[in-house]
């Protein structure tokens, strides 16, 4: 079967569309994604303005009717961050319904670190041991870690590439003072988290990081995955520190025509950088391998597990409150 999934996170609504059936592998058929930089569009009470709204629609609606046009068998649309904290969020989510006819599911930050790590799981196997998983999104960062298809521990930080932007960064390029208020804080608030979710855990046999934020610098860290081998792209920390002062000193503008660094991505990269490369240092990793596969993968995973009937496609385990259907 030919299955959609639309997926709006803080900085960009992506269709993808795959060929999927239970007992194999999805096959990806269409991707498409439509830059929205939602973190910009915030007033100071959290509330998406309405020129964030109509980005969040038009991009809905566009990938609806691609959806549509190409004939999917089924449709799932979800929502992350940017939406998932906006103090006008159900609002928002009402009038997207009203005007595209898509209900966008809307997962909490553990749902999404859930989900990701199943697809992580399916990607490198059994044989990958105890994963320690990084997500880096535009409004949240995901951190989960265990020796199963669904993590022991997961948590959801605000410390998204896009928000730690538009909080610390704002000034382009921005000053020395800036880039060491944000590392102070990303250092405490991921210390606290690892002291108090993470003590307990085994050291990692794999660390493995997703999303376009840490899959950009590894591309420009350690260059692409080997085509004839077939090897994952690593992101070594020594790399990222050396890399970190050129970032510095380059306008977002600049960035984007760096290798890997697409331009929706120029303007956040540095404070994705700053925050991974922290987190690293934290969590002791020095070496961590790129998953091609993370959270829609993860949605098309578990709808095929649900066709197979081996567990339920709208889960409420780890839900958040006020979430009407979870993945």
């Not at 990084?134 to 928000?163: H, T």
């Not at 690892?194 to 660390?207: G, H, L, Q, S, Y």
């Not at 922290?278 to 993370?294: E, G, L, Q, Y």
């Amino acid at each position: 079967m030919r299955l959609g999934v639309i997926d709006v996170g803080s900085n960009t609504v992506h269709l993808l569309v795959v060929d999927a059936h239970p007992g194999a592998s999805p096959v990806p058929y269409r991707s498409q994604r439509s830059t929205l930089r939602l973190m910009r569009y915030l007033d100071a009470d959290g509330a998406i303005i309405d020129e964030g709204v109509q980005r969040i629609v038009a991009a809905v609606k566009e990938s609806a009717e691609t959806a549509r046009d190409i004939g999917v068998d089924d449709l799932i649309s979800t929502a992350t961050s940017a939406i998932r904290e906006a103090s006008n969020g159900e609002e928002v989510l009402a009038r997207i319904a009203r005007e595209t006819g898509v209900e966008l599911h809307v997962l909490s930050g553990e749902d999404e670190a859930r989900i990701t790590m199943l697809a992580v799981r399916r990607w490198l196997g059994w044989s990958a041991g105890e994963i320690l998983l990084f997500d880096i999104g535009g409004g949240s960062f995901e951190i989960a870690q265990g020796a199963d298809e669904y993590p022991d521990v997961q948590a959801s930080l605000p410390l998204g590439a896009g928000r730690t932007t538009v909080g610390f960064l704002a000034q382009d390029p921005p000053p020395p003072a800036d880039i060491s208020r944000l590392r102070a804080h990303a250092r405490a608030e991921l210390t606290h988290l690892r002291k108090e979710r993470f003590a307990d855990r085994p050291r990692p046999k794999r660390v493995v990081g997703t999303s376009k934020t840490i899959r950009s610098l590894a591309r420009l860290v350690g260059g692409p995955p080997d085509p004839i081998t077939g090897d994952l792209a690593q992101l070594h920390y020594a790399g990222l520190r050396e890399w970190e002062p050129s970032l510095r000193a380059m306008t977002g503008a600049a960035r984007e025509h760096l290798p890997g660094i697409t331009p929706e991505r120029g303007y956040q990269i540095l404070a994705g950088a700053v925050v991974l490369r922290t987190a690293m240092k934290v969590f002791d990793v020095h070496t961590m391998t790129i998953s091609p596969w993370a959270l829609r993968e993860g949605i098309v995973l578990r709808y095929i597990d649900a066709l197979d009937g081996r567990e339920s496609l709208f889960s409420t385990r780890g839900s958040s409150p006020g979430a009407e259907k979870n993945l």
